[in-house]
């Protein structure tokens, strides 16, 4: 009889949680663990100041929905992946919204070049995000504004929590997670397989000698479930 390893999940409310059941619902022992917590920034916010609007996470989608009282006409849409994406039909199902197979931003980077009848673009980020796409685009000659949308705050209790747990899986969803997880102490011999997206998050994975890597392809519940049950993960 066939049996999964123990997975720590690691992805904010309302993300965490509900792929801790469907982990849960599969067979595999998991625990849910935030590694950070997210907490909303106020903006003010002229959307004719953009012809594309561009969200980085779901919750930047989240706090864009929940501040815009009416969309304006003749802007494009984009976001870094399927799940924003999806986020964002649930506000606006009428409205289209463009995103890659790659879920990263060097992902988002040509689809941006390429549907570039577009002149002004907001970025809808963490207060910290990267500043990749702005510095790429501007060298386009675009003119790209950030908007700060939320703030990531380190859970005080991961550190000690995921120790005591040591599961044999944790998933990791972006760069900043990764970076996290390999600053803190580990117990002797505690050497977790970690999931990593494409492009960046492998590569600094790798870079840093870390070989027990799930590669996906973005971090919907779909996708790591598949990749979880494949054979050489379970014990």
Known sequence: MKSFPSVLVTRQNPEGPALQKILESSGFLSTWLPMFELSPLKFDLSLEEGDALIFMSRF???QFAVSVKSLPQKVKFFSVGSGTASEFKKFF???????PLEESSEGLLPLLLKEGDWHRALIFQEKEGRKFLMEQLSLQGRKVF????????????FPSKMRSLAHEIVLLSSTENLN??????KPPGYVPWITVLPGR???LARERGYSKLIPLHNFSHETVLSAL???RWTT
């Open 146 to 157: 950030s908007i700060p949308s939320y703030e990531k705050i380190a859970n005080p209790e």
């Open 201 to 203: 998050m492998e590569d």
């Open 60 to 62: 930047a989608l989240r």
């Open 180 to 185: 996290f997880f390999l600053s803190l102490p």
């Open 229 to 231: 049950q494949k054979d």
């Open 93 to 99: 199902p009428r409205e289209m919204i463009l995103f």
